[in-house]
């Protein structure tokens, strides 16, 4: 009897986790395949098609205005701001990746002066809230001629990435045991060889799940993109996917989800892939949320 | 601490070296490069004149600067103290034994894996008039709302922010029920406690160390959260949902584009950040 009364409201709390985590989602999903006169219909639509994904990638959209700028703009297809968006994440992630895996091995090998100051300034530039440097990285984009450029939004995600990756790669170092180093130098490695033939093949779960941690936060970026792009050749997702809101109102919602879709299901993707690594993350230092 | 040890210690120095570089650039620069402008008078096409204290004295007469910090408290405690409530339910439940517990430890972490401009446009269709969110209403025999409108508007971002945020708190609250040895329970047991005696004097004092790392971090995006107000609203209707960091982005780029005054705005904000960080990362240490 009390078996089954734990069963009853263990099945009932899986009913509301699946409800709360899926009610949005499915929304995106089915108007993703709904016909154009089937959007706002609750139920899956009775003639799903690939419509709205076909035209995302080939079919320009006509004039629209956004609201807050008041500019005058033509929306694209899909394809530059996706490419925008690839390439800034790409090149983030592997000047992160690098940069993060020396500076985590100085940190989780070496004792010296200042050492705790580092850590603690790199510790305090991951939780720092990047909006504050909203104006101040504008002006300084501006002034170096990299503002409405994907190089420059590139150098502004290293802003959230490279603190973050190293924070989290310091942790992973440190659980692989000095002694495996010290046994490549006796037999003649140098120091840095030891770490690259050592320690980084050793670190390639915590490597793999950091890049596409950062892959992710470079992503989803909204701050740095909406203030350092300005031509709709230069738009990133976020920005892309603005243009569908007008006047409050969502025009075009088959392509709205399409695009969201598309967008999302990359992150998404990568995430559940690492989903086994996600709460080490968590424990040795976590994603912003 | 002779000669050779200095140059020893700048050896090390050199690994750290870039990434202190970048950080550096991409932090450290535009930081002292906003203080430094917040007490200077640009106005565009002429060089920039020191200011004084005055940009100062404008922000804090400004009624916009305590509406706006009165609203990113309205935002963020309702937010994260939901967040935390869900967060610890849900891990709790799937701290269970039960069949399909793995596939549900996947789903809940979606919600946290889609970014948060995703989230947004999901929740686009969730508040359209014609959407899911009154859908829902006339399901439960309520009338139909605006949801963005002057009198929901603040609610319902915070429920977007809610929707993102709790897979954090959850994984947060996960790992620290899993550190809890689980012979405390099975003496507690054999004491006679009930199982409500043991969450409260057992689960709740053990999980407070990582419930207050988790809320802090939290409280901290959380108030800084551009994304959400920015995707949702823009901040209106009528500055209802004007938060610090879209207060910080409407005087730098829609009004005025005045960048001192901008700055000055970030700089007065900026001691509440630094001490939410630092109470934050003395525990992380």
Redesign the interface.
Known sequence: MKQGKKKLYLGIAAFLLLFWVFFPVYWVLKTSFAPEEEVWGMGLPHNPTLQNFRDIFTVRRGSMVEVTGAMLSISPTIVTPLRNTLFVAVLAVFLTMVVSSIAAFNLSRFAYRGKRIVSSYILFAYVFPPFILMVPITVAMRRLGLYDSLWGLMFAHLAYTIPFATYMLRGYFMGIPQELEEAAQVDGCSRFQSFVRITLPLAAPGLVTVAIFSFVLSWGDVVFATVLLNTQDQYTLPIHIGFFLWGGEIVDPGRLAATALVAGLIPAFLYIAIQRFVQMGLVAGAVKG | MGKRTIL??LG??T??F???L??G???L???L??FW?SFQHMPIGRPATFAGVKNFIRIFQCPLFYHSLERTILYAFPAVGVKAVIGLA?AL?LN?K?W?RGV????????????????C??????Y?Y???GN??LRLVRLRPIRW?SYQYAMPSIILVNV???W??FY??F??GLQSIPVELYESAEIDGASSFDQFVHITLPLLAPVFWIVCG??L??T??D??TP??MT?GGPADVTLT??IA??KI???LGLN?PL??AY?VAI?PI?VVL?YL??RR??
């Open positions: 020893f210690d090390k120095w690994y750290v870039p990434a202190l970048v950080l650039l991409v932090l620069v535009p930081l490069f906003a402008m849900v439940f269970q039960f399909g549900l430890r996947g789903i809940a972490i979606i919600p946290y894996a889609l970014p948060l401009f995703i989230v446009v999901l929740f686009w269709f969730v359209d014609r959407g899911i859908f829902l963005l929707w993102h945020g897979p954090f994984l947060g996960l790992a971090l939290s901290m995006w108030m800084g551009f994304v920015k995707m823009g610090i960091p910080t982005y730098a780029f829609l960048y901008a700055s970030a900026l950040f960080i934050t990362v992380l240490e």
